[in-house]
């Protein structure tokens, strides 16, 4: 038998039978939660991992089953911004950066071990593989890599422990309403040019279909609407989550904002982003509406939604 070997995808492999680890390319078997895979249904799962313990897991066979729960861990926090646990999201953080699926910053680790920052893929994995059972089984050993990162994650869980930042469940709209405390973000507050939400404190805390989350910003309000973070992929135990049409909405809270400086619109630049209140340049800005106010009327949008297509 042929020992199995990693390549990162080009057009060069394409007429090249291969296993296709986490992607939807032809003539592949997939091993994949994006949507439109063929994964064989006795091998899917929600998380990629948890199909093929990863690429890691398909070039050291049975050897890396005794770090499936550490592998699906880590992959739960970097696929799906879950608090997985406190060395999964860790472990994350090290191979792939920060807990927000936005950051586009690159592998802490690659960085390091490459001398120099940069982004590339392809030469990550080259870089990381050889060293991931190391970052799961001695994570500790790597907390120059996660710690700046892991400290913001613990800041917004110690919010919501102390009750600064809270939650607010509407069942009937499958809704949660999130606030998130200026403290969160730092001394200075939230700044939408620099911070992003907390991904895995938010999804450890919030229940629903969507996130209505408000910051403070500027003696008003930033707002985005998230839906969960795993519903961009194609799902097995976690539900299927179907993506709302809120242009009724958003007409609704533009009638209802007085601040011209952004305007509520929908918003799909992010895997899970639903709609937000932004300028033109698709940047948070700051809305007069309270929480209280903006929060009813994405519950009676969603609720009166969801009666529609139900007749």
């Known amino acids: 038998m042929k020992k199995m070997r990693f390549e990162f995808y080009s057009d060069a492999i394409a007429d090249?039978?291969?296993?296709?680890?986490d992607g939807t390319v032809d003539n592949?078997?997939?091993?994949?939660?994006?949507?439109?895979?063929?994964?064989?249904?006795?091998?899917?799962?929600d998380t990629s991992t948890e199909i093929v313990l990863s690429v890691w897991t398909m070039l050291n066979g049975e050897h890396a089953l005794a770090l499936r729960d550490e592998l699906i861990a880590a992959a739960e926090a970097g696929d799906f911004s879950e608090f997985s646990s406190v060395d999964g999201v860790r472990a994350s953080i090290v191979i792939?950066?920060?807990?927000?699926?936005?950051?586009?910053?690159?592998?802490?680790?690659?960085?390091q071990l490459a001398g120099k920052d940069f982004n590339d893929e392809s030469r990550n994995y080259d870089l990381v593989l050889p060293h991931v059972e190391r970052v799961l089984t001695r994570t500790d050993e790597f907390e120059p890599l996660w710690r700046d990162s892991w400290a913001r994650v613990e800041r917004a869980l110690d919010s919501f422990a102390k009750g600064?930042?809270?939650?607010?469940?509407?069942?009937?709209?499958?809704?949660?309403?999130?606030?998130l405390a200026p403290e969160v973000f730092g001394p200075s507050g939230f700044d939408p040019a620099q911070h992003a939400a907390p991904f895995a404190a938010i999804s450890h805390h919030a229940?629903?279909?969507?996130?209505?989350?408000?910051?403070?910003?500027?003696?008003?309000?930033?707002?985005?609407?998230?839906?969960?973070?795993y519903s961009w992929a194609e799902t097995i135990v976690r539900p299927r989550i179907a993506r709302r049409d809120l242009t009724a909405l958003m007409s609704r809270l533009n009638e209802l904002e007085t601040n011209d400086a952004g305007t509520w619109r929908m918003d799909s630049s992010e895997l899970a982003s639903a709609a937000k209140f932004?300028?033109?340049?698709?940047?948070?800005?700051?809305?007069?509406?309270?929480?209280?106010?903006?929060?009813?009327?994405?519950?009676?949008?969603?609720?009166e939604s969801t009666a529609a297509t139900s007749r």
Do not use: C, M
Not at 96 to 102: A, F, V
Not at 164 to 179: M, Q, R, W, Y
Not at 286 to 292: E, K, N
């Open 207 to 229: 229940l629903g279909e969507l996130f209505l989350i408000a910051t403070p910003l500027n003696q008003g309000w930033s707002y985005r609407l998230d839906y969960p973070y």
């Open 96 to 111: 792939q950066g920060s807990d927000s699926p936005i950051d586009k910053s690159g592998s802490p680790l690659a960085q």
């Open 16 to 21: 090249v039978p291969k296993l296709s680890v």
């Open 278 to 303: 932004s300028d033109e340049n698709g940047k948070l800005a700051v809305a007069s509406l309270p929480p209280d106010v903006v929060a009813s009327q994405v519950r009676n949008g969603l609720v």
């Open 28 to 45: 592949a078997i997939h091993f994949s939660h994006w949507n439109g895979n063929k994964t064989p249904a006795q091998v899917k799962a």
């Open 164 to 179: 600064a930042s809270h939650i607010e469940v509407f069942e009937d709209a499958k809704l949660s309403l999130v606030t």
